[in-house]
T-cell receptor, first 113, second 113 residues
Framework: GEQVEQRPPHLSVREGDSAVITCTYT??????FFWYKQEPGASLQLLMK?????EINEGQGFTVLLNKKDKRLSLNLTAAHPGDSAAYFC????????????FGLGTTLQVQP | EAAVTQSPRSKVAVTGGKVTLSCHQT?????MYWYRQDTGHGLRLIHY???????EKGDIPDGYKASRPSQENFSLILELASLSQTAVYFC????????????FGPGTRLLVL
């Protein structure tokens, strides 16, 4: 079945630096792709849903790139600030709208002032 | 504001005891899910439901039962709690036609002693 590998598990950057988190997946039929943010002790907040191979800038300080050829999804925080410190999870759905998501193991990001 | 709420937010249970975790959503969503989160495992799907009075097994259903008495409510039941079920449990909901876009509750931290 689908496997999702997320890297790195831990990431520490200075304020203003960029931070890149990457997920690779195995199933070429994977359909929708998601990034979630989880602040300490809090729930998962949906950051973005991606469907096609396109670069999207949500205007909130990050970009998402999906490369279906390489089966790779990335989240790039372009100028990280301390409020970005959290755990980030990618999730992949198979064949679209089944409701079954496969999550990566997560990346704990720490942004130092 | 539409929301997913969970109760209790934290619980300490004894091994062999019965535990019921509750989830309530005001999103008017048809689909509801129960996940567990463990360090090093990301989120894994336990049970889900797409209509009241019906539940489906997820990827790790053993040791858990689910109940969906109404569209708004979804419970997770541990008949005989075990140490290995210590985890954070998240409920989520999604709407028909967009099942993969899931919205999460705040989580329940369960400690089984």
């Amino acid at each position: 079945g689908e496997q999702v590998e997320q890297r790195p598990p831990h990431l520490s950057v200075r304020e203003g630096d960029s931070a890149v988190i990457t997920c690779t997946y195995t199933d070429p039929n994977s359909y929708y792709f998601f990034w979630y943010k989880q602040e300490p002790g809090a729930s998962l907040q949906l950051l973005m849903k991606v469907f096609s191979s396109t670069e999207i800038n949500e205007g909130q300080g990050f970009t998402v790139l999906l490369n279906k050829k390489d089966k790779r999804l990335s989240l790039n925080l372009t100028a990280a600030h301390p409020g970005d410190s959290a755990a980030y999870f990618c999730a992949v759905s198979i064949t679209g709208n089944t409701g079954k998501l496969i999550f990566g193991l997560g990346t704990t990001l720490q942004v130092q002032p | 504001e539409a929301a997913v709420t969970q109760s209790p937010r934290s619980k300490v249970a004894v091994t062999g005891g019965k535990v019921t975790l509750s989830c309530h959503q005001t999103n008017n969503h048809d689909y509801m899910y129960w996940y567990r989160q463990d360090t090093g495992h990301g989120l894994r799907l336990i049970h889900y439901s797409y209509v009241a009075d019906s539940t489906e097994k997820g990827d790790i259903p053993d040791g858990y039962k689910a109940s969906r008495p109404s569209q708004e409510n979804f419970s997770l039941i541990l008949e005989l709690a075990s140490l290995s079920q210590t985890a954070v449990y998240f409920c989520a909901s999604s709407k028909q036609g967009d099942q993969d876009t899931q919205y999460f509750g705040p989580g329940t931290r369960l400690l089984v002693l």
